[in-house]
């Protein structure tokens, strides 16, 4: 990521002149735009942008941009934010006893393949350690037995408030998370459930999935919300089974959608790609 | 479809020998086996073969086959068939108003690429006649109006029964069959339905699909039961969407996927490649 | 297609201020735009924009549109053209005996799908009269036999000047069009191959593909240039296929390739949506 | 891998009672056969099978069934072998500096997925001994210097020929083996080609991709063999990539296809589902 970049996201009723007001604010200053995408929804007549600035062609900092912006965002009454792409988002894994998604992240870390800091790794489970460990990266075993789940989850709060990630990322984390926490770090939490949503949410959905005979599995990656798996989506995919796959085959399958659908959310959450609206999700490509 | 062969599907519970009597039974008069799937399902232990033999590689016709094969049927418990490639089986085709399956399929069916017989199409209304007697094929109008569905469905029962077709196909017929009616055709009636079933059941699945923002559509192609949508998959794709997708860009881009899907599980199907086992299908590509 | 926009689409060397001219300019008289992509492409610092503006949010025609717009064009060394919704491309598809692309395409146009004006279909063969004019579609049956392709040409070449089409679909027309036509409808002419070019390229690619030994087939869309089948490519897809699929099998799946990459193609290409650049396509979606 | 059985593979011309005698052979002293394939080639008129049979229904050992199985397979003149599932394959990896693909497959081994011994790692590089080592794994490091091919390739050769490997994958290696070295493992050397072949084989695919503007990028496994990028293809896939994507993105984005083609056919390998015929292979799924 040696980029060195603004990135301006926004959301707010569509309204003639945003476009131009926003364009002429760069361009006033020989702001070079690098991408710049926009949506209108016709149904809500809602806009959203997305708009990359090359940050040595303007002649001020993060900042001075941010104080230079508010008045344009509150005339059109915009939910608005400006990024520095050197400033990598903080982010903390949770994982439980399976790796894949893990380790596939880990690869992508350390690789320098996702442009994120990893501040640490949760899990209910000690299996991990070492893996996680090689890479010189933080391991918290904070148990979650049964009849000790509110003990877990306030460690687990108090920790995530110490560190005060931007982003949660519960990597086959399977332990569902208390509204407070949900609250607490709203927009902020993503998941990655093993079924194409709404299809087979819950537990075991690959065990619904060969119960009801389906020809395709697959997996969402989704912002954790209240609601059990029902949040935003930000990604989907599938991969075809037969009759040959049994429920093991299923899982092992199933596992490399899990890892790519879940990299390529993360991935998009992390170069502020996704603008959540109501339970919807505008993802610019 | 000039080729000339035998087709026998065979499910049975699993037992020591049956491939063994199954081949002996052809080599000892000189039968060419051409193609052979086998499935051994580990957890019922139920085990599904079809195999297709030369015609001419045998002295006898299918009913002297259908005879000599009995007692290799009955030694096994097996639920058995055997059928002819020259016999092509007899469809009828139900539609509403929207023609791309119907268009799709009569592209297929008078290419030669589709191996049927199409005895008639019904529909609920008259705006494809012109089309489909192009054709050459009859055509019957049969109103479902509101209050008046008994009336339809008895005619379109008397019909069916006057036809008696090897397969119905509800190429988006958009009614609900009564149960008599599912049950008299049982494992001959094949529906579209356009979502990637179990998700978006019912009526309007574009639109429970818009409403969920899920990133994919799809489309299933199933065995008719009387539980709605419920009865055994045949096969499933999909397509994904983005947030520029509208309902009408997703009617239209799932047009596509219904088209494939049908034609394929419909091929499958009139090429005894489906075996029904409980609500699940073994479908040999 | 209702909708009444003006799509305005332009290609042009990067410089800080194009969108803000751009975006005032429809601003300051009220104008709506309803759709917006943008590109800048970092190897060449080329910029492409199209932009869908709602034609009643201006006071103006068409007309005064190009006449007003036409400063910033010449300012930013602009490819430019603004296109009106209410005014579909005028189309002629070209065929030989094969029916899978006219068919579907076809459907499309009479469904209301594609929006297009059908104004002839040509072909080297009789077979596919009666189908195109059922459609009331005018059907040129300009044989092309060896020895006399040159008559065929010039008589093509004649019939497409008086036409003076918008668009050609090489729907699967199987003969290679002279240089001198290529020219003279440059950037205008849409061809389907059967493959995932540059693999296969020529006659009989499924034939290569047998013989090659590939898991996948596939198709593409591109326009026509001098060099066979090496123009700009608009869009390509594939299918799995397996040792199991025989080359009459690989024709008929890859058929519906064909199909579909042929219509995403040319609708693309039809909503404005494709802007070549030397021999690479800026597809926006 | 728990599961106890013997897996037969057998290539011949075909004949009339091939299955027959086979299906007798096992089912005269007991044998389940849990899973079975069989191909007819109609073009070639050569059969392929692949049957799996349940070691514990046997009343002798693996060498026994290869001693009682000899005549079938003189018989019929078949290439015939018999593995047992209890005895993995010894394999070895060679990469070079990307670790993508050795990444995946290390967690698939050690995560219990791949069911093999990896028996050393081998590159030319010594950047990823460490990721290697924690695995318990001996790291080969052998330079491979312009100028010191020759020695490179003798001493990888001679570190071979002590390891004695059932197969070497070649998981990103980026050096063209000798053609002694191919020979000498005939159909034991997998490798990993970053496109669909037979597009852009050789050097950079990626940028041979950008160049001719595709719309897909793919990977292919396969059999290596003194033709560069030429031998029999295992497994192929791909990925979509629009004008966006710069060759970074292409490189990136392809990764993923890579692990994933690589290991679904390496798996295939592995478990003996892969029949090499000519330059084509039967991959039974």
Redesign the interface.
């Known amino acids: 990521m040696k980029e060195h970049s603004f990135r301006l996201t926004v959301a707010c009723p569509?309204a003639?002149?945003i476009?131009?007001?926003m364009?002429?604010f760069?361009?006033?200053e020989?702001?070079?735009?690098?991408?710049?995408?926009?949506?209108?929804?016709?149904?809500t007549r809602w806009f959203f942008t997305r708009q990359v600035i090359a940050a040595d062609?303007l002649p001020y900092s993060l900042e001075e941009l941010r104080r230079r912006f508010e008045p344009i965002g509150t005339q059109f009454s915009m939910q608005w934010q400006v990024e520095e792409t050197r400033l990598p988002k903080k982010v903390v894994l949770m994982v439980s006893k399976q790796?894949?998604c893990l380790?596939?992240l880990l690869?992508r870390w350390r690789?320098g393949?996702m442009p994120a800091n990893i501040a640490a790794v949760i899990s209910n489970h000690d299996d991990l350690r070492d893996y996680v460990e090689?890479h010189n990266l933080p391991y918290h075993h904070i148990p979650a037995l049964e009849g000790s789940k509110e003990q877990h989850f306030q460690a687990v709060t108090d920790l995530l408030q110490d560190i005060n990630p931007d982003v949660i990322v519960l990597a086959r984390y399977m332990q569902i998370l208390p509204p407070t926490l949900c609250d607490q770090f709203a927009g902020k939490i993503i998941n990655i459930h093993h079924s194409?949503?709404?299809?087979?949410s819950g537990a075991r959905p690959y065990h619904q999935a060969a119960e009801?005979?389906?020809?395709?599995i697959?997996a969402t990656c989704h912002y954790v919300t209240e609601d059990l798996d029902a949040g935003?989506?930000?990604?989907?995919?599938?991969t075809r089974i037969?009759?040959?796959d049994?429920i093991d085959d299923m899982v092992?399958k199933g596992?490399?959608i899990e890892k790519?659908v879940l990299?390529r959310g993360l991935r998009s959450h992390l170069e502020d790609r996704v603008l959540v609206h109501g339970?919807?999700?505008?993802?610019f490509?």
Chains 1, 2, 3, 4 share one sequence.
């Open positions: 569509d003639v002149g476009v131009a007001a364009s002429s760069f361009a006033d020989g702001g070079l735009i690098t991408e710049a995408n926009h949506f209108r929804d016709p149904e062609s790796a894949h380790s596939d690869y690789s393949e090689w194409f949503l709404p299809a087979f009801r005979g389906v020809k395709l697959g935003p989506i930000i990604d989907q995919d599938i037969s009759h040959h049994t092992r596992k490399d790519i990299a339970n919807k999700t505008v993802v490509e």
